[in-house]
């Protein structure tokens, strides 16, 4: 199976976790949800810059992309794309996590008023528990924000986390919470790890 033809059964409401290493080809997933859904409905969570790798990708892929994604941008030097939201990771995580939850949930209502269910694709959220010094109280908190919008209609979710820089205890809650998790092998191989439907656990999916 194709990876767009089983992304494109994800469900509303779901949260698919993709696990990846800083040597897979998850630049290529990501661009490849954003052809399957269309750019218009996805709205990038650019956690400290982490767009930045797969925009080198794509420019050096000759891969262009609209330069007017949706993007909240969590920290970060970059000024590219529609950024409709920016946050500060440095302050009281009480504050800026609040923000940006209150300011997903308008989008996610904007997009639905308008007939279009949104795709919100975070990149690395785990770079921003070292910020937090590895918090535990941090680490529960971050980890609990998605399962917040599980089972919205208004929207699905594909979170991109680099297992080589995580920290174990998030991404153990993550993978508990999530209903979806496929993990990007160095040698291009995507498995699928957890599903809704048992039968596709360990199904391996081509990218292209």
């Known amino acids: 199976?194709?990876?767009?033809?089983?992304?494109?059964?994800?469900?509303?409401?779901?949260?698919?976790?993709?696990?990846?290493t800083s040597l897979s080809?998850?630049?290529?997933?990501?661009?490849?949800?954003?052809?399957?859904?269309?750019?218009?409905?996805?709205?990038?969570?650019?956690?400290?810059?982490?767009?930045?790798?797969?925009?080198?990708w794509m420019h050096l892929s000759n891969i262009h992309i609209p330069e007017d994604i949706t993007r909240f941008k969590v920290g970060g030097i970059s000024d590219w794309g529609n950024v409709v939201l920016e946050v500060n990771p440095h302050n009281d995580p009480g504050i800026f996590l609040s923000r940006f939850?209150?300011?997903l949930r308008e989008n996610y209502l904007e997009s639905y008023s308008r007939g279009v269910e949104a795709?919100?694709?975070?990149?690395?959220?785990?770079?921003?528990?070292?910020?937090?010094?590895n918090r535990p109280s941090f680490i529960m908190?971050?980890?609990?924000?998605?399962?917040?919008?599980?089972g919205d209609i208004k929207r699905r979710a594909?979170?991109?986390?680099?297992?080589?820089?995580t920290h174990k205890r998030y991404r153990a809650l993550?993978?508990?919470?999530?209903?979806?998790?496929?993990?990007?092998?160095?040698?291009?191989?995507?498995?699928v790890l957890k599903s809704p439907s048992l039968n596709e656990e360990g199904t391996e999916l081509d990218p292209l």
């Open 158 to 165: 594909f979170y991109f986390v680099n297992i080589d820089m």
């Open 25 to 56: 080809d998850y630049p290529l997933l990501s661009y490849l949800i954003g052809e399957t859904y269309g750019w218009k409905r996805i709205i990038l969570v650019d956690i400290i810059d982490s767009s930045l790798p797969l925009l080198r």
């Open 101 to 103: 939850s209150r300011a």
């Open 119 to 133: 795709i919100t694709v975070v990149m690395n959220p785990e770079r921003l528990i070292p910020i937090h010094n």
């Open 174 to 191: 993550l993978e508990e919470a999530f209903t979806r998790i496929l993990k990007i092998h160095d040698d291009g191989r995507i498995t």
């Open 1 to 20: 199976m194709k990876f767009t033809e089983y992304i494109s059964r994800v469900n509303p409401g779901e949260n698919v976790l993709i696990e990846h």
């Open 141 to 150: 908190t971050l980890a609990a924000l998605p399962t917040v919008f599980l």
